[in-house]
């Protein structure tokens, strides 16, 4: 069975740090994509960011770039997002999904970690 189990989220204050972690079994994770999606209350859920199954090449979106960082760790499963400058904007429900290849899409989901960052 497939587990993806985030963690790391919270409540912060503007311009605070917090780093998510994704820690995924039942699968070999070497082989598989990453990305970090959120979810704001009303909104459609986004792309936050995606990183190539051997950490090669990562990709973050515009409204994160600079701020944000993911990366991996495939000796321990485990995904990360550094998230640095945090803003009230990015408050959501953070996931973590999995995907073998671009054409699959992603296959696997987390249960989501609450963010909030207060101003």
Known sequence: ????????GGLVQAGGSLRLSCTISGLT??????GWFRQAPEKEREIVASITWGGGVAW????????FTVSRDNAKNTVYLQMNSLKPEDTAI???????????????????TQVTVSS
């Open 1 to 8: 069975q497939v587990q993806l189990v985030e963690s790391g």
């Open 29 to 34: 994770f070497g082989v598989y994509g990453m």
């Open 60 to 67: 973050h979106a515009d409204s994160v770039k600079g701020r």
């Open 94 to 112: 953070y996931y973590c999904a999995a995907r073998r290849n671009a054409v699959i899409g992603y296959q696997y989901w987390g249960q989501g």
